[in-house]
Structure formats: C-alpha cells, structure tokens
C-alpha cells in the first residue's frame, strides 16, 4: 500500500520531489525505483543525490550496474539493472557486499534482479499519465 502520491509536470519538480524523498531516507534504505523507460527514475535520484550533499555530476549507471557516492558518512549506491540479461549475474559482481547499515540504494529495474536482490525499505513507482508523472511511494 502506498502512503504517498505525487504528481509531477517537468524535470524540476522530479528533482524536487528527489529532496523530499531524500529527508526520509536513512542508512540502511533499500530503495526500489519502478517504472517505464524514460518515466523518471534517475531524475529522482538526482534529486536525492543533491539532497544528501553530492556535488557533482550524476549520470545513470545504465551500463556499469551500479555508481558509488561517498557523501558524508554515508555511500549511496544507484543501481540501473535494465541491462542486466540473467539476474544471475548480480552474484558474479558480488551484489550481496553492496547492501550494510552505512549504505542507501537505490534500484531501478529492481524486477530484473529476482532473488537476487534484498527486500525493499521502500519502494517507489513511477507513471505516466498523459503529460505527467504519477510518484507513490
């Protein structure tokens, strides 16, 4: 069940809603991103990123799997498995290692990770609907 929903109109207001999710957001949070292509996801991310303290350039971890930001004392990981063929191949880069209590992750595609993957703290989805985004979380 969702306790949240938002909508969102243009690429600010992603970002903006990244803040907000980010106020809530403590080590430990495995963060689920769902949603079509292009619906948003690094988006929100970005916004969480900047929330927590990251200067720099954020890029979608699209073909490395994952991207690592030291910020303060905590590491965020963005994971982005949709290039991911065999969730199997979350063992071979030791995916198990990624996730302690000094972590936040956040996952898109987390569907393509099967058991691989851990449980969520929370998860978010991301709709279109007609020349906007629906958010619930």
């Known amino acids: 069940m969702t306790k949240n929903k938002v909508s969102t109109h243009n690429e600010q207001e992603m970002l903006d809603l990244g803040i907000r999710i980010a106020q809530s957001l403590k080590a430990g949070d495995i963060v689920y991103l769902c949603g079509d292509l292009g619906a948003g996801k690094t988006t ?22 994952v991207e690592t930001y030291p910020i303060n004392n905590i590491i965020l990981q963005h994971f982005d498995l949709y290039r991911l063929s065999d969730p199997e191949e979350l063992e071979w880069i030791g995916i198990r290692d990624y996730f302690n209590n000094d972590t936040i992750s956040l996952i898109e595609w987390p569907q393509k990770g099967g058991d691989f993957l851990p449980r969520p703290t929370k998860t978010i989805y991301i709709d279109y609907h007609n ?6 979380w």
Do not use: A, E, N
Not at 131 to 136: L, T, W
């Open 44 to 65: 929100l991310s970005k916004g969480i990123l900047q929330c927590l303290g990251f200067k720099g350039s954020v890029k979608s971890p699209t073909y490395t799997l």
């Open 131 to 136: 020349d906007s985004r629906i958010v619930r």
